[in-house]
């Protein structure tokens, strides 16, 4: 038997349709994959929302985009706009990056004006906001820790790890990310009241790490690989309700019967 149901994951998917190369044919492939696995939602470019909103009419798929992504850069009043142009397109979800140099200088009134001027806007139109703090960017736990209570004071519905595009410098010269963690996670969750919900995102790639995500609180969780996540549900899930060879025989018990 799985440990959680297939509702219960595809739920916690927010279907991320975010790469800087992504056509209007990916888009629609997009929306037509997470239709079929009718996940939660498709987290898209802000451009494509109303599009969006027309391809997904009637499935039941939320219809979210992002606000200052990836680096979190735009004014407050920049981002409160492109929250009210989201909503008017038809998004009900608003995942915003904050202002990572604001929050590395500790200036917290800014930081905390800057989130909850888009969270006015969205509940205004009643969308929900989910806060993206870009751990790999932030050098302490205690950083973390105040960023979730700002949130949740501010009026988020949610904090979330990361965007995805967060690289950071390696010292070979490359870069990388590590998205996700375990320990970020138990972190944020531990960080916030019941009433603020966590999501993962960056580095979610396969179904034990989804699975993984719901163990540590996580209640969303941002994917490209949904398709190879929820897949590898339905198999498991087929050869969990397959006879074992040495029950096979007992078939008999039953036969013809009711």
Not at 146 to 156: N, P, S
Not at 208 to 214: P, S, T, Y
Not at 226 to 252: H, K, V
Request: hydrophobic share 40%.
């Amino acid at each position: 038997m799985m440990k959680y149901t297939y509702e219960e994951l595809a739920g916690m998917i927010d279907h991320s349709l975010l790469h800087p190369t992504m056509t209007d044919g990916d888009l629609e492939e997009g929306c037509r994959l997470a239709a079929k696995y009718r996940v939660v939602s498709v987290c898209i470019k802000p451009y494509a929302v109303k599009r969006a909103v027309e391809l997904l009419a009637g499935t039941g798929v939320a219809v979210g985009t992002v606000v200052g992504f990836p680096h979190g850069g735009s004014s407050p009043e920049v981002k409160r706009f492109e929250t009210a142009i989201a909503c008017r397109d038809g998004a009900v979800e608003i995942d915003m990056v904050i202002n990572l140099g604001k929050a590395l200088s500790g200036d917290w009134e800014f930081v905390e004006a800057d989130v909850r001027a888009v969270c006015e806007e969205a509940h205004s139109n009643g969308a929900l906001v989910k806060v993206i703090l870009e751990n790999d960017f932030l050098p302490s736990d205690d950083l973390k820790v105040k960023l979730c209570e700002i949130c949740e004071r501010a009026g988020a519905e949610f904090v979330k790890t990361s965007t995805g595009y967060g690289f950071v410098k390696q010292p070979d010269g490359s870069y990388n990310y590590r998205g996700a963690t375990e320990a970020d996670l138990r972190l944020m969750r531990a960080s916030c009241s019941p009433k603020v919900q966590v999501k993962a995102a960056g580095g979610v790639r396969d179904l034990d790490g989804l699975i993984k995500v719901r163990d540590l609180g996580g209640t969303r969780c941002g994917a490209t690989a949904t398709a190879a996540m929820l897949d590898e549900y339905r198999r498991r899930e087929a050869a969990a309700e397959r006879p074992s060879p040495d029950s096979a025989g007992d078939g008999e018990i039953g036969r013809g019967g009711y």
